[in-house]
């Protein structure tokens, strides 16, 4: 694979050499240019565009940064800012940039940033590529920038490379299946089955038939053998879904066959060994389930060996911009469109929103969207109507927000980062609330319209 390359657009000399040396040592390809002209026509190719610090306006990111889109669409773009104001933070969630640095920067914070951006842009044609050849949407990756992500990815890396036992936990429409699909796609048993089991489908009486198979005549039907699915999948990996709303008789039967990994067929004298790897998932509070008596305690010893937790969208909001863009070329290619991005007013509603069905929530509406456009096609479509209406709705209820981001601030002395962590939002989100809400602080008092 050839080396990244990068083109840093910065007017001042020193600033351009502090941004370009480091990334140079790193191994990148390094394009500089002060020229306008010359940025927007640089050959296509490239993976990255860092905007410097001189240049960057929050009058202007949205109009430069779309110009660069058109240019180049799937390029990744790198914001290098003297400040952070909110009026620069929402600009850069708007205009879908992926990361942007606050002045003075380090080295190795700089190189560390643009490294993601760059792992994020050459993760798309794998993207499109998989969607055109069938691959299926299991081949995407986690999608996102944001710290939370990052971490996310580097847990999956570690986790892949064992064969212990994994808990992922999030919120319905999180991803965690296809964060367990990933796991065991980059694991040494990637060659092996990967056996999804809905733990809350399977009834006690059909259990062990469904998990350890039976065989010929173990009851009436049985006309041959079968397998069960742990079987498939030995050498493999089983995932158990929801493993949550699993029954006691199940979570029993489950325990003994991870013990002694073996599985005991029905109508069978002796056991069967099985080499498999567990990796479950849930929604639920298990900690609690397990203090109440709900679940087994030694179970969820044996399952959470080690932890992957996805955090949920509203927590990371900073990641919604790349979302976007990234199901808006699914769409394009699976309904043959040609959209380009949303509208500012579309765009507006969705940073606002709180995402209770999260990712997969964004991705339904999304591909709403699309079925909704009209034949003649358009390039920056609207939100569905009823949505729009769900989002007026929560806006008109949202003062009980307002308040607890104003407590957070005050006590915080108007720290953005410390507000973030005391009402566990991103910083980009405490940003975002303040433009929606129109909180400023003017001299260390806040500043409300219309108050």
Same mark, same amino acid.
């Given at each position: 694979?050839?080396?990244?390359?990068?083109?840093?657009?910065?007017?001042?000399? &020193?600033?351009?050499?502090? *941004?370009?040396?480091?990334?140079?040592?790193?191994?990148?390809?390094?394009?500089?240019?002060?020229?306008?002209?010359?940025?927007?026509?640089?050959?296509? #190719?490239?993976?990255?565009?860092?905007?410097?610090?001189?240049?960057?306006?929050?009058?202007?990111?949205?109009?430069?940064?779309?110009? *660069?889109?058109?240019?180049?669409?799937?390029?990744?773009?790198?914001?290098?800012?003297?400040?952070?104001?909110?009026?620069?933070?929402? &600009?850069?969630?708007?205009?879908?940039?992926?990361?942007?640095?606050?002045?003075?920067?380090?080295? %190795?914070?700089?190189?560390?940033?643009?490294?993601?951006?760059?792992?994020?842009?050459?993760?798309?044609?794998?993207?499109?590529?998989?969607?055109?050849? %069938?691959? %299926?949407?299991?081949?995407?990756?986690?999608?996102?920038?944001? &710290? &939370?992500?990052?971490?996310?990815?580097?847990?999956?890396?570690?986790?892949?490379?064992?064969?212990?036992?994994?808990? *992922?936990?999030?919120?319905?429409?999180?991803?965690?299946?296809?964060?367990?699909?990933?796991?065991?796609?980059?694991?040494?048993?990637?060659?092996?089955?990967?056996?999804?089991?809905?733990?809350?489908?399977?009834?006690?009486?059909?259990?062990?038939?469904?998990?350890?198979?039976?065989?010929?005549?173990?009851?009436?039907?049985?006309?041959?053998?079968?397998?069960?699915?742990?079987?498939?999948?030995? #050498?493999?990996?089983?995932?158990?879904?929801?493993?949550?709303?699993?029954?006691?008789?199940?979570?029993?039967?489950?325990?003994?066959?991870?013990?002694?990994?073996?599985?005991?067929?029905?109508?069978?004298?002796?056991?069967?060994?099985?080499?498999?790897?567990?990796?479950?998932?849930?929604?639920?509070?298990?900690?609690?389930?397990?203090?109440?008596?709900?679940?087994?305690?030694?179970?969820?010893?044996?399952?959470?060996?080690?932890?992957?937790? *996805?955090?949920?969208?509203?927590?990371?909001?900073?990641?919604?911009?790349?979302?976007?863009?990234?199901?808006?070329?699914?769409?394009?290619?699976?309904?043959?469109?040609?959209?380009?991005?949303?509208?500012?007013?579309?765009?507006?509603?969705?940073?606002?929103?709180?995402?209770?069905?999260?990712?997969?929530?964004?991705?339904?509406?999304?591909?709403?969207?699309?079925?909704?456009?009209?034949?003649?096609?358009?390039?920056?479509?609207?939100?569905?109507?009823?949505?729009?209406?769900?989002?007026?709705?929560?806006?008109?209820?949202? #003062?009980?927000?307002?308040?607890?981001?104003?407590?957070?601030?005050?006590?915080?002395?108007?720290?953005?980062?410390?507000?973030?962590?005391?009402?566990?939002?991103?910083?980009?989100?405490?940003?975002?609330?303040?433009?929606?809400?129109?909180?400023?602080?003017? #001299?260390?008092?806040?500043?409300?319209?219309?108050?």
């Amino acid at each position: 694979m050839s080396q990244p390359s990068v083109i840093v657009f910065e007017n001042a000399a &020193a600033t351009a050499d502090a *941004i370009c040396e480091p990334l140079v040592r790193s191994g990148l390809r390094v394009v500089r240019t002060s020229s306008y002209g010359n940025l927007l026509s640089c050959p296509p #190719g490239h993976d990255l565009v860092i905007l410097g610090p001189s240049i960057v306006r929050a009058d202007s990111i949205l109009d430069l940064a779309r110009s *660069i889109r058109q240019l180049a669409p799937g390029i990744a773009l790198l914001v290098l800012t003297s400040g952070s104001s909110e009026d620069l933070a929402i &600009a850069a969630l708007r205009a879908g940039i992926n990361e942007y640095v606050k002045c003075p920067f380090s080295s %190795g914070e700089l190189t560390e940033a643009v490294r993601n951006c760059v792992a994020q842009r050459v993760l798309r044609p794998r993207i499109y590529d998989n969607g055109e050849n %069938g691959g %299926g949407e299991e081949n995407y990756g986690v999608v996102g920038n944001s &710290a &939370a992500i990052r971490d996310v990815r580097a847990r999956m890396k570690k986790m892949a490379a064992t064969s212990s036992n994994v808990l *992922i936990t999030g919120e319905t429409g999180t991803g965690k299946e296809l964060v367990a699909d990933l796991v065991h796609k980059h694991s040494p048993r990637r060659q092996n089955p990967f056996v999804t089991l809905n733990c809350a489908a399977i009834p006690d009486a059909l259990l062990e038939s469904e998990l350890f198979g039976y065989e010929r005549g173990a009851f009436t039907g049985a006309a041959s053998r079968q397998e069960g699915k742990v079987k498939a999948a030995d #050498g493999g990996s089983v995932f158990l879904d929801e493993i949550g709303e699993m029954s006691p008789y199940g979570q029993a039967k489950l325990l003994r066959m991870i013990e002694g990994k073996e599985i005991q067929r029905l109508g069978r004298n002796g056991g069967i060994a099985v080499d498999i790897r567990i990796i479950a998932a849930t929604n639920q509070d298990l900690e609690l389930m397990v203090s109440e008596g709900r679940f087994r305690k030694d179970l969820f010893f044996r399952l959470n060996v080690t932890r992957i937790h *996805i955090p949920p969208l509203r927590e990371r909001k900073e990641d919604l911009p790349i979302l976007i863009d990234h199901y808006i070329h699914h769409f394009n290619h699976r309904f043959r469109r040609d959209v380009e991005r949303l509208s500012d007013e579309a765009m507006d509603a969705l940073l606002a929103y709180e995402w209770p069905g999260n990712v997969r929530e964004l991705k339904n509406l999304l591909e709403a969207i699309f079925v909704e456009l009209p034949a003649e096609g358009e390039r920056y479509p609207r939100l569905p109507t009823l949505f729009r209406r769900r989002c007026e709705e929560l806006r008109a209820t949202s #003062g009980d927000e307002r308040d607890r981001l104003l407590w957070a601030l005050s006590i915080t002395n108007w720290n953005k980062s410390k507000a973030a962590v005391k009402l566990s939002w991103s910083r980009m989100t405490v940003y975002r609330k303040m433009s929606q809400y129109n909180i400023s602080n003017d #001299g260390g008092h806040a500043k409300m319209a219309g108050i």
